[in-house]
């Protein structure tokens, strides 16, 4: 049975704007295994039956630069193991520590990454750890060889230099087509930054961004991944902002699609 290995991260000191994203990880939790809902994934494999779910709760992080070297060797643990990271942010800002586990184990990998912003910021606020820089860190490192970025539509001149500089794919939202998304070969690695998704349907993210993905086109292009990913994360839920727990719930429903895809048929 495919194993998948959840782990949280409560961190946002990396945050801009606001804080409120390191108190995610237990509202995505609550979510996935309410009674509200069922294990079922849109594929049909259901978490507990089909997909070992092994969750290890929230690392102890206490936000101070050590916390790269506890997130990296959580998920380089995993992957050792032949368990799925699949990782409960937390802000933007732990994928960088995340993919150097996961290419620790698999090497480079490629990257499809959801997001209103491509946060590829050399340095935001003198900050170059911000959570508005992951992909830059990421791709100076090679720690992808591809990187796909879906649903952007704050792209600045200095985020389209840098876009340029390191060859990535951005799929804009103006002329989004869940059909014409570019799916990178294996290793794949999932990333998923609420604030990708439209305020309408994902209100409690730090950085209301208007005009994005709906929970379904978002679906839809996951659906069109055909070989199992390496690893994945939802981050930047901010519970202070959510309404009725709605976004936590559509979290915790990327986080069952993410363990069905963790799961699926090489």
Do not use: W
Not at 18 to 35: E, N, V
Not at 92 to 121: C, E, K, M, Q, S
């Amino acid at each position: 049975m495919p194993r998948v290995r959840l782990i949280g991260l409560p961190t946002d000191i990396n945050s801009s704007f606001l804080r409120g994203p390191a108190k995610a990880p237990a509202h995505i939790r609550a979510a996935l295994f309410s009674d509200s809902g069922n294990p079922a994934t849109e594929s049909g494999l259901e978490l507990g039956t089909d997909i070992a779910l092994d969750d290890t709760g929230d690392l102890p992080l206490d936000e101070t630069v050590a916390d790269d070297a506890r997130i990296e060797a959580a998920v380089r643990e995993a992957a050792e193991a032949d368990a799925v990271p699949i990782l409960l942010g937390g802000d933007h800002a732990v994928t960088y520590p995340v993919l150097r586990g996961i290419a620790a184990v698999h090497g480079p990998v490629n990257i499809l990454h959801f997001d209103a912003h491509p946060d590829l910021y050399d340095a935001l606020d003198g900050n170059r750890r911000s959570h508005a820089s992951p992909f830059a860190r990421i791709m100076e490192e090679g720690l992808a060889t591809r990187l796909v970025q879906v649903g952007i539509r704050t792209l600045n001149a200095h985020q389209r230099e840098q876009a340029r500089r390191f060859g990535v794919e951005i799929v804009g939202m103006r002329d989004f087509a869940a059909g014409a998304v570019p799916i990178p070969p294996a290793p794949l690695y999932v990333s998923i930054d609420l604030d990708g998704l439209d305020p309408a349907f994902a209100p409690g993210v730090s950085h209301h961004e208007p005009g994005g993905l709906s929970v379904r086109q978002l679906l839809d292009v996951l659906a069109r991944i055909e070989t199992p990913i390496v690893g994945g994360d939802v981050v930047e839920l901010n519970p202070d902002r959510d309404i009725n727990g709605m976004t936590a719930m559509v979290a915790a429903k990327l986080v069952k699609e993410l363990c069905g895809l963790a799961a699926r048929p090489a």
